[in-house]
Nanobody
Framework: QVQLVETGGGLAQAGGSLRLSCAASGRTLRTRALGWFRQAPGKEREFVVGISRSGENTISAESVKGRFTISRDNAKNLVYLQMNSLKPEDTAIYYC??????????????????????WGQGIQVTVSS
């Protein structure tokens, strides 16, 4: 079992930056792909960014390309979401997610929720205009 806890959320102004962190306990993240999702009020949860087990592949939603970056620190069992040039429409609850064990599939990553087995409780990010 993997427990995920997000930190770093809060209030930012449009054009500003925030960095979210997600810490894992219980199991290592080293053998898993990782992702960030978000859910805005009244909307379904959507994919934001993902990173493969090896870190060599990342994917991003079109809405955040060039602004948001995912990275991982396997030694610290952490995954980060750097958010720059924030917009009011980025306001949402942000969730980190971890896949199941991937074995040798080091380059696999997905935008599908069903690919991820473990989820954090979510953290609020609010961007004011």
């Amino acid at each position: 079992q993997v427990q995920l806890v997000e930190t770093g959320g809060g209030l930012a102004q449009a054009g500003g930056s925030l960095r979210l962190s997600c810490a894992a306990s219980g199991r290592t993240l080293r053998t898993r792909a990782l992702g960030w999702f978000r859910q805005a009020p009244g909307k379904e949860r959507e994919f934001v960014v993902g990173i493969s087990r090896s870190g060599e592949n990342t994917i991003s939603a079109e809405s955040v390309k060039g602004r948001f970056t995912i990275s991982r620190d396997n030694a610290k069992n952490l995954v980060y979401l750097q958010m720059n040039s924030l917009k009011p429409e980025d306001t949402a609850i942000y969730y980190c997610a971890a896949s199941g064990l991937l074995g040798y599939e080091s380059s696999v990553v997905s935008s599908s929720e069903s690919f991820y087995d473990f989820w954090g409780q979510g953290i609020q990010v609010t961007v004011s205009s």
